[in-house]
C-alpha cells in the first residue's frame, strides 16, 4: 500500500470503542498542566476490589487515546476479563483522552505532508513530560502503586509508544505499540533506532511490537524490532507481523495477546 494515499485514511479512523455501560464508572479527575498548558481529563479503571481497601498495590497501564468514547472501555474489559482469567495481574488503567491528538502523540517532522494533517503536530515532547512530571506523580499519590508501569497504543499512539522506548526507555517498564505510524517524518525514528538502542542501560523493560497489512507501517516497524533483536540489552521483546489484520482491526484482535506478553 501506498503511504502518502493512506496517511489521511487512517489517521481520520476513529478509535476503536465499545459503550461505556459495558465496564464499571472510572474515576475522573483533572489536572491543569503547565507542560502542555491545558486542563487534561484523565480516566482510571480500578481492578475489582480496589474499593474494598487494604493495602495491596498494582501497577498502573497507562492509555493514549485513553477517553470513554476512544480506547479505554474496550481495553478495560480485555484486561478485566484477562485477570478474571488468570492470564494477567491486577491493573490499575489511567486513559488519558485526548484533547489535540496529532499535536500530542508526533514528534517533529520536515514533511509538509506530515505537518498538513493537523493545525499543529510536533507536540509529543511536551505531552511526554505531562506524563512524566505531572501525571505519574499524580496517580502514585491518589492512588495504591507500584513503580510497575506499562503503556498501550495503536497508530499515531504507537508511534509515541516507540519513540518514548527510544529515548526515554526508564518511563515505562512495558510498552505496547500497535501498528506504529513509523513513517513519520520519513522514517526517522526507525533509522535512529540502532543508535538510541545503543545507549540503553541494563535494566530489564518488555517491548510489544505489531503491524498490519499495512507496508508503509509494516515495514519500519519490523526494523526496529530487528534492531531490538541485534542490540543484546535486557529486552524481552516480541513482534508480530499480521497481514490478515487491517489499520481498524489491529487493536481489538491483539489487545488480549499484548497485554498477556506485558502483564503476565
Request: no cysteine.
Amino acid at each position: 500500500m501506498n503511504l502518502r494515499a493512506l496517511v489521511l485514511a487512517l489517521l481520520a479512523a476513529t478509535p476503536i470503542s465499545l459503550s461505556a455501560q459495558e465496564i464499571a464508572p472510572p474515576d475522573t479527575f483533572t489536572i491543569t498542566s503547565k507542560g502542555v498548558g491545558e486542563p487534561r481529563p484523565i480516566t482510571v479503571h480500578l481492578p475489582d476490589g480496589y474499593a474494598d481497601g487494604g493495602s495491596t498495590r498494582y501497577p498502573v497501564l497507562y492509555m493514549p487515546d485513553g477517553g470513554m468514547h476512544e480506547d479505554l472501555p474496550h481495553v478495560a474489559k480485555t484486561v478485566d476479563s484477562l485477570v478474571a482469567l488468570g492470564r494477567i495481574r491486577p491493573v490499575i488503567i489511567v486513559g488519558i483522552p485526548n484533547t489535540q491528538r496529532r499535536r500530542d502523540l508526533t514528534g517533529p517532522t520536515r514533511f509538509k505532508e506530515d505537518s498538513a494533517i493537523a493545525p499543529k503536530v510536533g507536540g509529543s515532547n511536551a505531552f511526554r513530560r505531562f506524563i512524566a512530571e505531572e501525571l505519574i506523580p499524580e496517580v502514585d499519590r491518589r492512588y495504591r502503586t507500584t513503580p510497575e508501569r506499562a503503556i498501550i497504543g495503536e497508530s499515531l499512539a504507537g508511534l509515541f509508544i516507540v519513540e518514548t522506548f527510544l529515548l526515554t526507555p526508564q518511563l515505562f517498564d512495558h510498552y505496547v505499540a500497535l501498528d506504529p505510524s513509523l513513517w513519520w517524518d520519513g522514517g526517522s525514528l526507525t533509522a535512529s533506532a540502532e543508535g538510541r538502542l545503543a545507549g540503553f542501560d541494563g535494566r530489564a523493560r518488555s517491548l510489544y511490537l505489531a503491524s498490519s497489512n499495512v507496508t508503509d507501517i509494516a515495514t519500519p516497524t519490523a526494523k526496529v524490532a530487528e534492531a531490538v533483536t541485534r542490540s543484546g540489552k535486557r529486552i524481552r521483546a516480541t513482534y508480530a507481523p499480521r497481514t490478515d489484520l487491517t489499520h481498524a482491526t489491529i487493536y481489538l484482535a491483539l489487545a488480549p495477546e499484548s497485554l498477556i506478553f506485558a502483564l503476565r
